[in-house]
């Protein structure tokens, strides 16, 4: 008994996680050994342990809890809609105010003219409807050979398996049998990392989207139907494209004719200082899908949007078929929806986007405050996101290894141990606050981080994995 640790004893939370519960994204052997972090509340931008510890959440929780961790007025609509009208669904030409009002809110905000709003409960399943659409479209059009999609090396988009196989990412295709036959993956535009020496970032940019054109041609055009992109990478590590980019990539996909499709499931609502990553980086989606912030993640709810023409295709084949044979029970769900229409009122009457804005410069002053510490290879940020690349070599660019140093998660640990929650994607360290953090809070967030790496480099050096 005496070597389990004193919080797993017993009742404790720790011990009843460890007996019950499977999380996600987690490894499972060491969640037996070390347990959970148990929080229990939140205020603001911070959130509290069950011993009573208070942190920063410097990633919003996963990217996504644009208010932070407390509002009265989204608790109270919350209730009030429970006591009106608890659920209802939206199949078969059933209807209610909440659905309605939320999807007319959407279009009226979109970056681009749409046509209609899908609902659904999480990013994954607006992407995974996004995949079905596409395909679902090109047979009602005569085209059914015309149906692969491309996403990116490192785009992150759900672990559903349509979604889940868009991901370009190892982690979620390893031993999952992904990806599904028919997704295919283009150049990730990290030009920090995938730039060749001597190409300026516009040839990288140039590059990307020849490589884009190739593995089309290589395919087939009239078998590759869209392309879905972030706006800017998150999970892959924040990754922000040269400039120019998205127009070279967007006119690829015009030439053959496909539907450019974007993820704004972190983007949007905000976070790169304008409502929509596709108004920061000049993208002009067909089809848009978010999540996240469209309820400040006080509830879970997404959405799939679509233009004209490809509404029009899928109100053609529904009406051949019968039906669009595809929906889920909570497909906007009276009270997220009730919930995510309340949350963008507040970001209306307060100006949340406006005040992101306006936090922008001070957050890349101090993400670029970074650039000459020792241990940082790369400070990269747009509006409220942001991150560091933590490398063995500035000069060479050399990374750590990953398997045996794990320099990034020593960042995120000592982050934790100072009261700040970053998140490290291998040995990429990402920020994303609340959008309603302040100037203070941005200082005191970013005094701990200097810290945690103060101290993560002088564990490398004591260990003699750093030799700067
Ligand atoms: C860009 C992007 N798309 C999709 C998803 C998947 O969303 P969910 O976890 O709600 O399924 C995420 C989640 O982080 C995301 O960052």
Known sequence: MNDVPRSFRGNSNAARDIAHHLHPYTNFKKHEQTGPLTIVRGRGIYVVDDDGKEYIEGMAGLWSAALGFSNERLATVAYEQMKQLPFYHAFNQRSHEPAINLAEKLKAMAPVPMSKVFFANSGSEANDTVVKMVWYMNNALGRPQKKKIISRIKGYHGITVAAGSLTGLPTNHRSFDLPIAGILHTSCPHYYRFGKDGETEEQFATRCAE??????????????????????????????????????????????????????????????????????????????????????????????????????????????????????????????????????????????????????????????????????????????????????????????????????????????????????????????????????????????????????????????????
């Open 211 to 468: 490589e884009l054109e190739q593995l089309i041609i290589a395919e087939g055009p009239d078998t590759v139907a869209a392309m879905i992109a972030e706006p800017v990478m998150g999970a892959g590590g924040v990754i922000v494209p040269p400039k120019g980019y998205y127009e070279k990539i967007q006119a690829v996909c015009r030439k053959y004719d496909m539907l450019f499709v974007a993820d704004e499931v972190i983007c949007g609502f905000g976070r790169t200082g304008n409502v929509w990553g596709c108004q920061t980086m000049n993208i002009q989606p067909d089809i848009l899908t978010c999540a996240k912030a469209l309820s400040a993640s006080f509830l879970p709810i997404s959405a799939v949007m679509v233009n004209e023409k490809v509404y029009q295709a899928l109100m053609s084949e529904s009406d051949k078929i019968g039906t669009w044979g595809h929906g889920f029970t909570y497909s906007g769900h009276p009270v997220a929806a009730a919930v995510a229409l309340e949350a963008q009122k507040i970001y209306d009457e307060t100006d949340l986007f406006g005040h992101a804005k306006r936090m922008s410069p001070a957050f890349t002053k101090h993400i670029q405050s970074f650039a000459d510490h020792p241990l940082v290879g790369e400070a990269m940020s747009v509006g409220l996101v942001g991150a560091l690349e933590v490398v063995a070599d500035k000069k060479t660019k050399t990374p750590f290894d990953l398997a045996t140093v794990g320099a990034g998660l020593r960042v995120a640990n000592h982050a934790q141990a100072r009261g700040l929650f970053v998140r490290n994607m291998g040995d990429r360290v990402a920020i994303c606050p609340p959008l309603i953090i302040n100037e203070a809070e941005l200082a005191d967030l970013f005094g701990r981080l200097r810290q945690s790496l103060d101290a993560t480099l002088a564990d490398l050096r004591s260990d003699g994995h750093f030799k700067g």
